[in-house]
């Protein structure tokens, strides 16, 4: 059984999205397992191919095919997903893309934690692969090879399925990022170095193999394989980024980043009200009060919308968003920060009961630039 639905807000409008562009498809042990869109584009690129195709038995198979492939992708997510709950790290979604899976955690595991996270998707891989063996040699036991071929050929889904898994569990393990190789390797080399130094190493060695890999798609004509060099390239890079961020914020606090100076709208303010507070300040996103409670969040977005829709002396309750990201002044700034990537938006920070302060995307950017320019003038610091 799944949770209770969140309460739903009044205008479909206000609807909280979690996951824009996916789907749901299950959910397995808590974790929601969602769909990407372009992932739905290759499935029905797989059907037309199966329903117009010539060979139409052919093809069915196909996608039958292209249907297990992704149920071993969704099983090596949570390969990851459940280790990294064995050590008490959230994980707060996978999606499928059409290159793969994503295991969303929410909290930067320690160097010895990334190292078997990391090494639990790929195993998964060979555990399936191992399984398929030991069934196609217990069927394939017969008195003459000639039996024993023509028993293994009618098996052929078998051998399929063992090779693709043999092949996402050694393709993953490449040290490169985004593949879990390179989680493995920052991982190792993190129980040596600083956090961010084993990532920027981690990520040199990743776009020096993307670049020879590129080369060589490109001397020898594979489109493809560029493609994915290019992919493996820009992962390294923002791998980096990432990891900067993760450093900057390390012990911050949110409270340190947040603004505090912050005008809000009461409830019982008009669009008109809202718009002049959105030009007279250069907030984006105004919290709506009724005395000392925060009942909504209203978004530029939104009272945009509202006012197009209801006229400026509509009131700003009817269109402010009633589930928003909340935090504490003392929790930790880059835990917040993936929350805040999962659920996009601005965050309201409440001490105790009392509106503290908000966090939005552009602070958050800005106090990352100040850290950076800190770190750089004051290294020891
Ligand atoms: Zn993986």
Same mark, same amino acid.
């Given at each position: 059984?799944?949770?209770?639905?969140?309460?739903?807000?009044?205008?479909?409008?206000?609807?909280?999205?979690?996951?824009?562009?996916?789907?749901? !498809? =299950?959910?397995? /042990?808590?974790?929601?397992?969602?769909?990407?869109?372009?992932?739905?584009? +290759?499935?029905?690129?797989?059907?037309?191919?199966?329903?117009?195709?010539?060979?139409?038995?052919?093809?069915?198979?196909?996608?039958?095919?292209?249907?297990?492939?992704?149920?071993?992708?969704?099983?090596?997510?949570?390969?990851?997903?459940?280790?990294?709950?064995?050590?008490? &790290?959230?994980?707060?979604?996978?999606?499928?893309?059409?290159?793969?899976? &994503?295991?969303?955690?929410?909290? /930067?595991?320690?160097?010895?934690?990334?190292?078997? &996270?990391?090494?639990?998707?790929?195993?998964?891989?060979?555990?399936?692969?191992?399984?398929? !063996?030991?069934? @196609? =040699?217990? !069927?394939?036991?017969?008195? #003459?090879?000639? &039996?024993? #071929?023509?028993?293994?050929?009618?098996?052929?889904?078998?051998?399929?399925?063992?090779?693709?898994?043999?092949?996402?569990? @050694?393709?993953? *393990?490449?040290?490169?990022?985004?593949?879990?190789?390179?989680?493995?390797?920052?991982?190792?080399?993190?129980?040596?170095?600083?956090?961010?130094?084993? #990532?920027?190493?981690?990520?040199?060695?990743?776009?020096?193999?993307?670049?020879?890999?590129?080369?060589?798609?490109?001397?020898?004509? /594979?489109?493809?394989?560029?493609?994915?060099?290019?992919?493996?390239?820009?992962?390294?890079?923002?791998?980096?980024?990432?990891?900067?961020?993760?450093?900057?914020?390390?012990?911050?606090?949110?409270?340190?980043?947040?603004?505090?100076?912050?005008?809000? +709208?009461?409830?019982?303010?008009?669009?008109?009200?809202?718009?002049?507070?959105? *030009? =007279? #300040?250069?907030?984006?996103?105004?919290?709506?009060?009724?005395?000392?409670?925060?009942?909504?969040?209203?978004?530029?977005?939104?009272?945009?919308?509202?006012?197009?829709?209801?006229?400026?002396? =509509?009131?700003?309750?009817?269109?402010?968003?009633?589930?928003?990201?909340?935090?504490?002044?003392?929790?930790?700034?880059?835990?917040?920060?993936?929350?805040?990537? !999962? /659920?996009?938006?601005?965050? *309201?920070?409440?001490?105790?009961?009392?509106?503290?302060?908000?966090?939005?995307?552009?602070?958050?950017?800005?106090?990352?630039?100040?850290?950076?320019?800190?770190?750089?003038?004051?290294?020891?610091?």
């Amino acid at each position: 059984m799944s949770l209770p639905e969140p309460t739903e807000a009044e205008s479909p409008a206000e609807k909280p999205m979690p996951k824009p562009w996916s789907y749901r !498809i =299950a959910t397995i /042990q808590g974790i929601p397992i969602y769909l990407h869109f372009t992932f739905l584009l +290759l499935l029905i690129f797989f059907a037309i191919g199966s329903f117009g195709g010539e060979r139409p038995d052919y093809s069915a198979a196909n996608l039958i095919f292209v249907l297990v492939l992704f149920a071993c992708v969704v099983l090596h997510e949570l390969g990851h997903s459940l280790v990294a709950r064995r050590y008490g &790290i959230p994980v707060s979604d996978i999606t499928l893309y059409p290159i793969g899976g &994503i295991a969303r955690i929410e909290k /930067q595991p320690t160097p010895r934690q990334e190292l078997w &996270i990391a090494l639990a998707g790929p195993a998964v891989n060979f555990v399936i692969a191992g399984l398929l !063996i030991v069934y @196609l =040699a217990v !069927i394939g036991q017969a008195r #003459t090879p000639e &039996i024993a #071929t023509a028993v293994i050929g009618r098996h052929f889904w078998a051998l399929r399925v063992l090779s693709v898994n043999l092949i996402l569990g @050694l393709f993953n *393990l490449i040290p490169a990022f985004p593949m879990d190789g390179g989680r493995v390797l920052r991982a190792l080399l993190a129980m040596r170095m600083p956090f961010d130094r084993a #990532t920027a190493v981690a990520a040199n060695i990743g776009q020096i193999l993307a670049m020879a890999t590129g080369f060589l798609a490109i001397v020898s004509n /594979q489109w493809m394989l560029l493609f994915v060099a290019l992919f493996v390239y820009m992962g390294a890079g923002q791998e980096v980024v990432v990891a900067r961020q993760e450093v900057l914020m390390k012990d911050v606090a949110v409270k340190e980043a947040m603004l505090t100076d912050l005008r809000t +709208l009461p409830h019982g303010a008009t669009f008109r009200q809202a718009a002049e507070a959105l *030009l =007279a #300040t250069s907030q984006h996103d105004f919290p709506v009060v009724m005395g000392d409670e925060v009942i909504g969040l209203l978004s530029r977005d939104s009272m945009l919308r509202g006012m197009a829709a209801e006229g400026p002396d =509509a009131y700003v309750a009817s269109h402010m968003n009633r589930e928003f990201l909340k935090a504490r002044p003392e929790d930790g700034l880059s835990d917040f920060l993936r929350k805040m990537q !999962i /659920q996009p938006g601005p965050a *309201l920070v409440f001490d105790g009961e009392k509106l503290a302060g908000m966090v939005t995307t552009e602070n958050l950017m800005e106090f990352l630039m100040i850290r950076q320019i800190e770190a750089e003038t004051h290294p020891a610091a």
